[in-house]
């Protein structure tokens, strides 16, 4: 998929464009005339802003894959496709300007896009700390939610439970992650689920990932999930968690 195409998609199909900004994502592209060497980058502040940095009147380019993850996740999984078996030998280096210059490796591999999904997967598969919140594959001019590996179940959500336990800031937190969230009207869902809680470096503030389907989630501050707590007992209506 084109990027101006990706761009029209995203927004109007999957996700509104600042809800998407300050998540981790890795995403996967190629020049529009070059479907041999593909891109493997990531961004911990803003997709748009990163990719609208490639686009210009000469050169336009394809997005193939897109991943959405928690804070830090961006670069476990960026440095395990770096040196999975099949990826890290077809890794394209730098030029060399000089003679005794260090030879540097690119974020470009000389691949086929099929080789970077079964290496995603693999990662996803094998590693507890890579946790994909939502993911998608884009292919003729479609945006497909890849469901496989954004799947939640009891033990992953048992394995954030205790990651949110370490943190002194989110602690309190950790018992309401799966907890049913009723979606509001433009959230388009009967109901969403916590799925994770985070605080970054530098005592920024507590957020809350509440997703609503394969094709949103929403990073929200903390005082959203309580807010939404305090009216549930308001109205005394009991707390639902996901089975």
Do not use: C
Not at 26 to 46: A, C, L, P
């Amino acid at each position: 998929m084109l990027w101006s195409e990706f761009v029209e998609g995203f927004k109007k199909e999957i996700m509104p464009k600042d809800q998407i900004a300050g998540l981790d994502v890795v995403y996967v592209i190629s020049q529009k005339d070059d479907t041999k060497r593909f891109k493997i980058g990531i961004t911990e502040t803003n997709i748009y802003n990163r990719l609208n940095a490639y686009q210009t009147p000469f050169v336009d380019f394809e997005i193939h894959f897109l991943l959405l993850l928690p804070p830090y996740g961006a670069r476990r999984l960026e440095l395990t496709l770096q040196n999975d078996s099949h990826l890290k030998p077809v890794r394209i280096e730098f030029p060399v300007k000089k003679v005794d210059q260090k030879v540097r490796m690119s974020e470009w591999f000389k691949t086929s896009a099929s080789m970077i999904q079964s290496a995603i997967l693999t990662a996803v598969k094998t590693n507890d700390d890579i946790n994909p919140y939502i993911a998608f594959r884009l292919h003729n001019s479609k945006i497909y939610p890849w469901h496989i590996i954004t799947k939640y179940n009891q033990s992953r959500r048992e394995k954030v439970r205790e990651r949110v336990r370490e943190n002194a800031a989110t602690e309190k937190y950790a018992k309401y992650i799966g907890l049913e969230v009723e979606a509001e009207s433009d959230q388009g869902g009967d109901e969403g689920e916590v799925i994770d809680i985070f605080q970054l470096k530098n005592k920024k503030p507590v957020k809350v990932i509440i997703k609503y389907s394969d094709r949103e989630v929403y990073p929200l501050p903390i005082k959203s999930l309580n807010d939404y707590i305090s009216m549930m007992k308001q109205d005394k209506r009991p707390l639902k968690w996901v089975k």
